[in-house]
């Protein structure tokens, strides 16, 4: 099995939900470093044969191709993630393909390993450009259908932290219910002490955060 480490990048994960909330709601830039660099990316389309009189052979080789083709996707995905790592600037149409890329994988690869990865990376990537529903939709996907996922506590996380923004998804009780919900089922996790700050500022005016803000970081 492949490891994640070098896919999710560190950088990722450093800010405790306390200061990453507080820091949202003073509209402070807490991007999670993902820029981008204009790349093409050719991709691989195949066709499944439905004929009913297909012989094993056949049955093998469709088989081969569905492998090559997630390999294929797989090192497609891998290079646009290494680029927009490097990249220097935001560039919506790049954020565009980047996501389509990582989402392709994700779709045709679901027994890889790195498919809850990517759907995550692509959430992260359509949260850069503020595509909200789009975000919403990866993080969901990543959490639900992979429970087993190593990092399926950072996608609810993430989720949570799109709900609980008011510049984003803006629907606090959902966030409430997500934040529970990690501290439910991590309870000895980062995500959970993080769930647990986060819960401690629903609710609060942005000028009641501030001060707060301000007194633990005097």
Do not use: W
Request: glycine share 2%; charged share 20%.
């Amino acid at each position: 099995m492949e490891n994640l480490e070098p896919i999710i990048k560190p950088e990722f994960f450093k800010l405790s939900a306390n200061s990453l909330y507080t820091l949202q709601r003073m509209n402070k830039h807490i991007s999670y470093q993902i820029k981008f660099l204009l790349c093409l990316i050719s991709t691989i389309f195949f066709v499944s044969c439905h004929n009913n009189s297909e012989t094993a052979e056949k049955t093998d080789n469709q088989t081969n191709t569905d492998s090559d083709s997630c390999s294929t996707f797989l090192n497609a995905a891998k290079s646009t993630d290494a680029v927009l790592l490097k990249a220097l600037e935001v560039n919506q149409q790049v954020a565009e393909n980047a996501i389509a890329v990582f989402y392709k994988f994700a779709l045709h690869c679901k027994t890889d390993s790195l498919s809850p990865v990517f759907l995550l990376k692509a959430g992260q990537v359509a949260q850069s450009i503020n595509n909200f529903a789009k975000a919403k939709m990866c993080f969901e996907k990543s959490a639900s259908e992979f429970p087993k996922f190593s990092n399926r506590g950072a996608a609810l996380f993430l989720l949570a932290q799109l709900y609980d923004n008011q510049n984003m998804l803006n629907n606090e009780s959902e966030a409430r219910i997500i934040y529970e919900q990690i501290i439910k089922e991590y309870p000895s996790s980062p995500f959970a002490n993080d769930s647990k700050a986060a819960l401690t500022n629903l609710g609060k005016s942005d000028e009641e955060l501030v001060q707060e803000f301000l007194k633990k970081n005097k």
